[in-house]
Each structure stands twice: as C-alpha cells, then as structure tokens.
C-alpha cells in the first residue's frame, strides 16, 4: 500500500481527532488557561487606564482646593473613584470622629494621630490588595501552561509510538507526522504562558507605580489631616514648607 502523503494527515485538526481523553483533557486545560489570563489582562488594564485618569483628575483638584473641607464637598459629591480619593475620605473622616468622640473603642484607641495614622495605613493596606487581585492567576498560567504543554507532547509521542511500534512501519513519513502533531502541545503551552506572564510584569510594575505614589501622597494628606488648616495656610507654613505635589516627585522606576 502506498504511504499517505504527509501533509494530508498532518495538521491540528488531525492531531484533535486521534487524541485521546487526556490529550483533549490537557487542550481544554489549556485553552481555560488562555481565557482566563486574556480576559484578565484586557479587565485589569482597561481599570488600570480607568484608574490612571480618574487619579490625575483627584489630584489637580485636590492640589489646586483652598481648603480639605472643599476637597470633602467634592467628594461627597461625585463620590469615590480612584485610590487617592479613597485614601482622602478614610482620612478626613478618621480625624473628625476622633475630633467627636474620641477614642471610645479599642480600635481607636491613642491620640488622633495614632488613629489618623492606622487608618490610612489600613486604606493602603486594602488598595494594595486591590491592585494585586487577579496577577496569582497570571503567574499561575505562566508558570504551568509551558508544563501542561509538554505533558501533553509526552503523552502523544508515547502513543504515536505505541502505534508506530505496533504497525511494524518505522520510515520517516510514519513517525514524523504523529510526533509533529504531538509537539503541538509544547507550541500552545508556550502560546498559553508567554502572554501571561508578559501581562503579569506589565500590571506588577504598574502596581508598584501607583502604589509608590499613593504612599508619598498619604504621607503629605497625613500632615495636611493633622494640622487641620487650610492647604494655603499650610503651604506657607514652617511645618508645610517641604510639601510638594505628589506631580512634582519622579515616578517610581
């Protein structure tokens, strides 16, 4: 009987129709993986854009208000969308019921500033949190789809020789097709985890971004929330001459 020619048997659509279970098992895996980590690059960096904007927004009017109570108006007003916001109102709001009713719990216990201090280091806390939620599964992809890939390159190669073995035929145009097809696996683990793990440093190092700025600012909104005074006042002051705009210091590398 004459050999089938190679390139009408070789190809994905032959290799899916002789896996067996677990060779799809391992494709379905793989392809989970691939729609998770996409659907969270496309998710975390649409909101990290989001988050960008909205920021920069809080900050020109937080730098640019004659006073925290004017900044309090506008977020009672529009509400809390970014970090600094967020980190902005925990803070206000920490230092006036302290001012009210003083340390009536044991999780306000100290001074004013003791609990001013806890709470924004909480709020940090909890946004870092935030920033990181979803970057476990793309590590996870990156770190597994090129092992999920090679098993299943191991497992298709076992069976190709199996049937070469059993089919008494050894020549090249028998056993470069079935293993060709099995090494398939290795290309989409590599296709899996490549973009994972690319998606994972670009939001990490944006994170940390963010996060180094969100840092400095809670440091300068801590002195403005405890001195009490005007952001004019403030600025002119001997304890807020080293004040800057959080604009004003380089970002994190």
Do not use: C
Not at 8 to 18: V, Y
Not at 104 to 124: C, H, M, N, P, Y
Not at 198 to 220: P, S
């Amino acid at each position: 009987m004459n050999a089938t020619p190679l390139d009408a048997t070789a190809g994905f659509a032959h290799f899916l129709g002789q896996a067996d279970a677990v060779g799809k098992g391992l494709l379905a895996i793989l392809v989970l993986m691939s729609a998770a980590s996409w659907a969270l690059i496309v998710l975390k960096g649409v909101t990290q854009a989001l988050r960008r904007r909205r920021s920069e927004k809080f900050l020109n009017l937080f730098w640019n208000a004659g006073s925290l109570e004017e900044v309090q108006h506008e977020i009672a007003t529009h509400g809390v969308d970014n970090p600094f916001a967020h980190l902005t109102a925990h803070a206000v709001h920490a230092q006036a019921h302290h001012a009210r009713y003083g340390a009536s719990k044991l999780s306000e216990a100290g001074s004013a500033q003791d609990f001013l201090t806890r709470t924004i280091k909480k709020v940090l806390d909890e946004e870092t949190t935030r920033l990181e939620n979803g970057l476990t599964v793309l590590a996870t992809v990156g770190a597994t789809a090129p092992f999920v890939g090679l098993f299943g390159t191991v497992w298709g190669v076992y069976h190709a020789l199996l049937a070469i073995g059993m089919s008494g035929a050894g020549t090249l145009d028998k056993v470069a097709g079935p293993v060709g097809e099995a090494l398939i696996m290795t290309g989409l683990g590599l296709a899996v985890a490549i973009p994972a793990v690319i998606g994972y440093n670009w939001l990490t190092r944006a994170n940390r971004v963010l996060a180094a700025k969100l840092d400095a600012f809670a440091y300068e909104l801590h002195t403005f929330v405890s001195m009490g005074l005007p952001l004019g006042a403030a600025a002119g002051s001997e304890a807020g001459a080293n004040i800057r705009p959080i604009a004003a210091r380089p970002a994190a590398a």
